[in-house]
């Protein structure tokens, strides 16, 4: 099922990050879960949604081979680049013909397709950009450089964020094309943020988690084998 009636919802895929938090030996998009890498099963929830017409992974430049040979034929793989921003600017440029785009991490392997068809509703809605959002449970402090506390936020303001971040594809190019690596942008909201837009929040999902850590990934498992316990 495709949703081009209501324009062309495309997926880019940032999976070209070295991920060295995770403390595995290949790049993380390409650890497996079960048997599968991250950033197939990124990729299969996207398609599996419904709302999404085209997929676009950025891989590091030495993994395209890789990437071609555990991705579902259809999706379109290209170079990515030093910073998540020129990374997700490359998949930006190799579909030029979206008319929303969602942004989603390969490292939020476990995502569901809910959450995914949730964000292309609220943007078909009339919404220009939508992200996922999780209330914080840790108390949250500012820090300087000698590890001194000079701040604590009010964690009832603050929001854990997740991908797919949802945008209209114009104002995501124009946030691109205002954006420098200096902006120092961990997501794509942020960059729309700069240009005085708002962003709207929608309730993410604790399966979205991002994948970092070694702990993530025991989870990770944890999660796919209860699953799968469940169906046997
Ligand atoms: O580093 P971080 O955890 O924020 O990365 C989030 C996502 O961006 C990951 O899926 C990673 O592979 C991707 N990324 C990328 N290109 C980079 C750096 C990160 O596609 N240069």
Redesign the pocket.
């Known amino acids: 099922m495709t949703s081009e009636a209501g324009g062309r919802v495309v997926a880019l ?7 060295v ?1 995770l403390g595995e030996s290949e ?3 390409f650890v497996t879960l079960a048997g599968t890498p991250m ?1 197939r099963l ?1 990729v299969d929830g996207l398609l599996s949604s419904g709302v999404v017409d085209h997929v676009v992974v ?3 430049p030495d993994l395209i081979d890789s990437a071609s040979a555990c991705l579902p034929d259809g999706v379109d793989i290209v170079e ?9 600017r490359a998949g930006i440029a190799a579909a030029p013909d979206a008319d929303i785009y969602l942004v989603h ?4 392997a476990l995502t569901p397709p809910s959450l995914i068809s949730r964000v292309v509703a609220e943007l078909r809605c009339g919404r220009a950009a939508v992200v996922p959002a999780l209330d914080v449970t840790d108390t949250i402090k500012s820090v300087d450089i000698l590890g001194n506390v000079t701040g604590t936020l009010k964690r009832s303001e603050l929001r854990a964020i997740q991908t797919p971040q949802g945008f209209d594809a114009e104002l995501l190019r124009r946030a691109y094309s205002a954006a420098t690596p200096a902006d120092g942008a ?2 794509d909201a942020s960059l729309v943020e700069h240009l005085g837009e708002r962003v709207r929040t929608i309730p993410g999902d604790a399966l979205a988690f ?1 994948i ?1 850590t070694p702990l993530d990934l025991v989870l990770a498992r944890a999660v796919i084998a209860a699953a799968e316990a469940k169906v046997q």
């Open positions: 895929v940032p999976a070209a990050g070295r991920g938090r790049p993380k998009a950033v990124a950025v891989v590091p990515g680049g030093a910073e998540r921003i020129d990374s997700v991490d390969a490292a939020r961990t997501d991002k970092t």
